[in-house]
């Protein structure tokens, strides 16, 4: 069965400092991946996507994500925190059959402090 | 355009009884997700719908859980008896699902209902 393994759980962080949260996902075949945000108080929002092409992906709020199809990984990276960056961050792995089931890791709470 | 909706937003209930929860997708969206995300957790899928049919329901607790979507657009997750382990944020998602690699293939998610089961 597909899984999705997110390494931190917590991550501190002040302002300014560079941000990467790993992911690792099980499957080896072909794999749509995602980053989902949910900040204090509000829904789960799509932070950004890879399904095919180039595999270094931007997204909103400056944030990226690399896919690295030999190691497994979609890892999210911003090069300079804010604190309105503070939120929980998902990752999750769609394989493959016509039905866009998604697989969600356990998440990791980033708190960005002033 | 709206999103998708959910009702309520909270929820408390004693063990045993029993909690609906309803929601509204986004216009036109075919697909339909309910997925459970327990504290320090992340989501999981309960069931999926395409349409109006069920195309995955592995992981319901058949014995308690029921979702239906008549018509194939609003839908309700009921439980019956609920039990203390399903305090939990119930969330409910949809997508459009025109292909294994489309872009419209992005769930968008609604609030959530948040379950307390004393």
């Known amino acids: 069965a597909q899984s999705v393994s997110q390494h931190n759980h917590h991550v501190i962080l002040s302002e300014a400092a560079s941000l990467e949260l790993g992911c690792n996902y099980s499957?080896?075949?072909?794999?749509?991946l995602f980053w989902y945000v949910q900040y204090p108080g509000q829904h789960l929002q799509l932070l950004l996507k890879?399904?095919?092409?180039?595999?270094l992906v931007k997204g909103i709020k400056g944030f990226e994500a690399e896919f690295i199809k030999s190691k497994f990984s979609f890892n999210l990276r911003k090069p300079s925190v804010q604190w309105s960056d503070t939120a929980e961050y998902f990752c999750?792995?769609?394989?493959?059959?016509?039905?866009?089931?998604?697989?969600f890791g356990a998440g990791t709470r980033l708190a960005v402090h002033p | 355009e709206a999103g998708v909706a959910q009702s309520p937003r909270y929820k408390i209930i004693e063990k045993r009884q029993s909690v609906a929860f309803w929601c509204n997708p986004i216009s036109g969206h075919a697909t339909l997700y309910w997925y459970q995300q327990i504290l320090g957790q992340g989501p999981k899928l309960l069931i999926q719908f395409q349409n109006n049919g069920v195309v995955d329901d592995s992981q319901l607790p058949k014995d308690r859980f029921s979702a239906e979507r008549l018509k194939g657009v609003d839908s309700t997750l009921k439980i019956q008896p609920a039990k203390l382990e399903d305090s939990a944020v119930y969330l409910c998602a949809s997508s459009l699902n025109r292909g294994p690699s489309s872009g419209a293939n992005v769930l968008t998610f609604g609030a959530g209902s948040r379950l307390t089961v004393l």
């Open positions: 499957y080896g075949g072909t794999v749509n």
């Open positions: 890879y399904f095919s092409g180039d595999p």
């Open positions: 999750a792995v769609k394989g493959p059959g016509g039905y866009n089931k998604l697989i």
